[in-house]
T-cell receptor, first 115, second 115 residues
């Protein structure tokens, strides 16, 4: 069965520092991979997604992620974190259901940004 | 345009009662998904609609849970004989065509508390 592991439950970084959030997946077929962000009281917002092609994908808010098949990883990065980036981040793998994907999420990483 | 909306935002009920949670997807989106997010966890898939029909209900935990989408737009998630373990945030998402590459847009969720 498919699964997503986010090994870091909580990360704290200083504003302006770089960020990397780890994500490992397990899925038997070609993965469709997603990163979502969830702020308090807000719905999940898509940051970026990977289906095929270039393994380095760019997203919104200055985020990027790199797909590494050999490591079954899809880590999220940002070169300089802003205080407004404090939120919970979820990695997900899309599992085929008919023509669509149902998402299997990791347990999330809570990002705290210190000033 | 308007995003996915969910009502109510909060629902408190007593064990054994019946509840209905409503989702209004983005206008024109044919695919609709329900997920459940327990405290400290990532969202878990419940059911997916393509148009009026439930294309995949494999995530519904038991027969106390049921969802409908009679006109292919608004959906209602129905929970009978609620239990304390049903307490969670119920998230709805919609996507344009229900393709694997489509972005799923999430609503803010309904927080259900069963006393």
């Amino acid at each position: 069965a498919q699964s997503v592991t986010q090994p870091d439950i909580h990360i704290t970084v200083s504003e302006g520092a770089s960020l990397e959030l780890r994500c490992n997946y397990s899925y038997g077929a070609t993965p469709y991979l997603f990163w979502y962000v969830q702020s308090p009281g807000q719905g999940l917002q898509l940051l970026l997604k990977y289906f095929s092609g270039d393994t380095l994908v760019q997203g919104i808010k200055g985020f990027e992620a790199e797909f590494k098949r050999s490591q079954s990883s899809f880590n999220l990065r940002k070169p300089s974190v802003h205080w407004s980036d404090a939120a919970e981040y979820f990695c997900a793998v899309g599992v085929n259901t008919g023509t669509a994907s149902k998402l299997t999420f990791g347990t999330g990483t809570r990002l705290q940004v210190t000033l | 345009g308007a995003g996915v909306s969910q009502t109510p935002s909060n629902k408190v009920t007593e064990k054994g009662k019946y509840v209905e949670l409503r989702c209004d997807p983005i206008s024109g989106h044919t695919a609709l998904y329900w997920y459940r997010q327990s405290l400290g966890q990532g969202p878990e898939f419940l059911i997916y609609f393509q148009g009026t029909g439930a294309a995949d209900d494999s995530g519904l935990p038991n027969d106390r849970f049921f969802a409908v989408r009679p006109e292919g737009s608004v959906s209602t998630l129905k929970i009978q004989r609620t239990e304390r373990g049903d307490s969670a945030v119920y998230l709805c998402a919609s996507s344009l065509l229900g393709l694997r590459t489509d972005t799923q847009y999430f609503g803010p969720g309904t927080r259900l508390t069963v006393l």
